[in-house]
């Protein structure tokens, strides 16, 4: 197992990051062993930025975000590390603390705002909900305070559709209704687990925009969870890719996005169809499946997936779970990869399939 | 929705038509001779058909389904013969719309017998229903909490434990040992408002609710366990959580209330048949309830108390089953028709 804290850190806001999750460990005792969903995972957040938190189905994304939201207490769980908001460990405080601080200083909206909101409540209901159990305000003005936010979300004739059920809402319209009720307290820290996974393709776009425009407002740190990597370059200022509940490759988006040192990241770009590219742009999908976290590969955990192994030599790539270190681009970017040479391995091999466009310029 | 109400009601008095028919017919073709049996063993063959003209079992099926449905939309005169009526002055009794026949055997209509009896059984059932919804629901969520510990499983243990003897048991174990040996509940026997006042009327239901309300418990808290542990895992209670919402608050506004459909359901159907099925337990405790009206009316093929009750039971089901979908309709905004 890799110790996180004697690698090299990520962003250069060490330390003082408004959010600084430090080695984090989500493990479930199951009766086949244990599954070690997050294993060591450790980033930092300012309030203003965006992380995207990309990976697939079982990376490890959600059961994160749900230990930075304290939603694991009373679960058979096992957490360590540290999760620092604003100085405080999450970890270490009280249950009756977390509930408090849940909503107030950490909120979330969910992937598929249907099943998230309660069917038999209104959806003006569920918002004063969120907004009373923080702060001691009479019916009326938690009434008051909801039809603003729906307003402030783009809900039209808000005063009306407060009382409306969420199965009389639009998916979009119960996305912003969601997004209404996770700001309704101003959080400092905003997880969206795939806000728009479950969303028309028109209205992603308008649900996108509107986290952008009130996160200028609030002045919220986000994490965005997400396997789209459009998503990510949209919103993202930086980016951490998980693969098999670790990180594999973090740094700032831009960077990520145009040198990727990782293959995880090639496959995951590989798969993203663009609609600008020529018809020689092939769309690559990353073979088999994501390992069982509760037998993973001793090596690096990408290894039976990955095409550039014969690069690395030997069977380094089989027997030794590769550090996190600093890219060859540099900056603050780090890479989870054996492959010295990854930058030249991707402008040679990569590009050329997946951006063909990209080459001859 | 009162639309809905509506059609539902027509369909259901059709049905209960369509029973009052299949009731009668199962009736006749079955091989006992109800003027022989009424008349007893040595009865000369004469007085048989005598009988027989005097019950009205000589006419044919569907003239006698014809005067039933007749008596229960206009009320009926008894001896249904005119000529024995004529004969008889002093046997005349009336029987007023919704009439649901005369026994003969009991020398009262079924109206009457049913008046005497239902009071019984909706007092026991009343009293059981409570305790078992109470402490059904209580139980029930009390091991979903605890899910997997010893609370869990003692609750669900010791429900399934009681639910294991069979009725008649726990009824007279509870006779002998609260009711006769310590003395905790009086000696059961059931006692009107009217005379004993509500305190007496509820003292003397309890041993018979309770026997009643072990046997529909265990159930309930099972259900009570699953559909609560269901909606737990739903997305809905996360994001109650990741609002900052307490744990009782959680459990109860969140999720008990989308365990309640299911629950509902399965209660109004409980409840109708506890109405008129309580009858082991009537027979236990020697109540005079529906249940045993109904084995004894079995017993002595006395067919128009047995029509009667089938009805009456058979409506109770579908009124029950309407309720719960109004009820359906209150619970769950989606089912509401706009």
Redesign the interface.
């Given at each position: 197992m890799t110790d996180l804290s004697k690698t090299p850190e990520a962003t250069p806001a060490k330390g003082g990051a408004f959010l600084s999750v430090r080695d984090l460990k989500v493990h479930f005792t199951t009766s086949d062993g244990i599954v070690k969903a997050t294993d060591g995972l450790s980033f930092d957040l300012e309030r203003g930025k965006t992380l995207g938190i990309v990976g697939e189905s079982g990376s490890g994304k959600s059961v994160s975000s749900s230990a930075i939201m304290g939603l694991h207490r009373g679960t058979n769980a096992m957490l360590s590390g540290e999760i620092l908001l604003d100085g405080v460990d999450l970890l270490k405080v009280s249950n009756e603390d977390m509930r408090k601080r849940r909503g107030r200083d950490v909120a979330m909206i969910f992937q598929d705002p249907l099943s998230a909101m309660h069917p038999y409540y209104t959806v003006g209901n569920q918002i004063m909900e969120a907004y009373q159990v923080h702060n001691d305000v009479t019916k009326r003005e938690a009434r008051k305070r909801a039809i603003e936010m729906l307003d402030r979300v783009g809900i039209p004739q808000p005063d009306r559709r407060v009382d409306d059920y969420p199965h009389q809402f639009s998916g979009g319209m119960r996305q912003r209704a969601m997004i209404a009720m996770g700001l309704i307290n101003n959080p400092s820290l905003l997880i969206a687990d795939e806000p728009t996974t479950a969303l028309d393709v028109t209205v992603q776009a308008q649900i996108l925009d509107l986290l952008q425009d009130l996160q200028r407002d609030f002045d919220a740190a986000i994490i965005i969870i997400t396997h789209d990597l459009g998503v990510v370059a949209e919103m993202a200022d930086d980016v951490l890719v998980m693969y098999a509940g670790r990180a594999v490759e973090y740094g700032p988006g831009k960077e990520i996005l145009t040198n990727p040192e990782m293959p995880y990241t090639w496959g995951l770009l590989s798969s993203v169809p663009d609609l600008t590219a020529s018809t020689e742009a092939k769309l690559i999908p990353i073979r088999g499946n994501p390992p069982s976290l509760l037998n993973p590969p001793p090596g690096c955990p990408f290894e039976p997936r990955c095409d550039h192994t014969a690069k690395v030599g030997g069977d380094l790539c089989r027997t030794t779970l590769p550090d996190l270190t600093p890219a060859n681009s540099g900056g603050s970017h780090v890479k989870r990869c054996h492959i010295k040479n990854a930058d030249e391995v991707y402008e040679a091999e990569i590009l050329p399939e997946i951006a063909p466009d990209l080459v001859e310029d | 929705m009162v639309a809905y109400i509506i059609r539902r009601v027509i369909v259901g008095l059709l049905m209960l038509v369509a029973m009052s028919f299949i009731v009668f017919a199962l009736f006749m073709k079955n091989p006992v001779d109800p003027a022989q049996f009424s008349c007893g063993k040595n009865c000369p063959p004469e007085r048989i058909e005598e009988t027989r003209h005097a019950l009205g079992y000589d006419q044919p099926l569907v003239v006698q389904w014809g005067n039933f449905l007749k008596g229960v939309a206009v009320g009926r005169e008894y001896p249904a013969d005119e000529k024995m009526r004529e004969a008889n002055p002093e046997l005349v009794s009336e029987c007023a719309a919704p009439c649901l026949g005369f026994s003969q055997q009991l020398q009262m209509t079924v109206n009457e017998e049913i008046a005497e009896a239902a009071p019984i059984s909706i007092s026991i059932a009343m009293v059981a229903v409570v305790i078992w919804v109470i402490f059904g629901v209580l139980f029930g969520v009390l091991a979903a909490v605890f899910k997997g510990t010893l609370i869990d499983r003692g609750v669900v243990g010791g429900t399934l434990f009681l639910y294991a003897f069979p009725t008649f048991f726990v009824g007279a174990l509870l006779i002998n040992f609260v009711a006769i040996k310590w003395g905790i509940f009086p000696a059961p026997g059931y006692v009107p408002i009217a005379e004993g006042g509500v305190g007496q009327w509820l003292l003397q239901l309890m041993l018979p609710g309770f026997t009643l309300a072990v046997v529909y418990m265990a159930g309930y808290v099972r259900m009570t366990r699953a559909f609560v542990l269901e909606s737990m895992s739903?997305?809905?209670i996360?994001?109650?959580?990741?609002?900052?919402?307490?744990?009782g608050k959680v459990l109860f506004k969140?999720a008990l209330?989308?365990a309640l459909t299911p629950l509902v359901t399965m209660f109004g159907l409980d409840f109708a048949a506890v109405l008129g099925g309580a009858i082991i337990t009537e027979s236990v405790f020697n109540y005079y309830g529906l249940g045993k009206l109904a084995v004894t009316a079995n017993n002595n093929y006395d067919l128009p108390t047995i029509v009667g009750l089938v009805l009456l039971l058979g409506g109770l089901v579908i009124v029950a089953n309407i309720i719960v979908d109004i009820l359906y309709a209150i619970?769950?905004?989606?089912v509401r028709v706009a």
């Open positions: - | 739903e997305d809905y996360r994001t109650a959580k990741s609002k900052g919402v307490k744990g969140h209330r989308a619970i769950d905004p989606r």
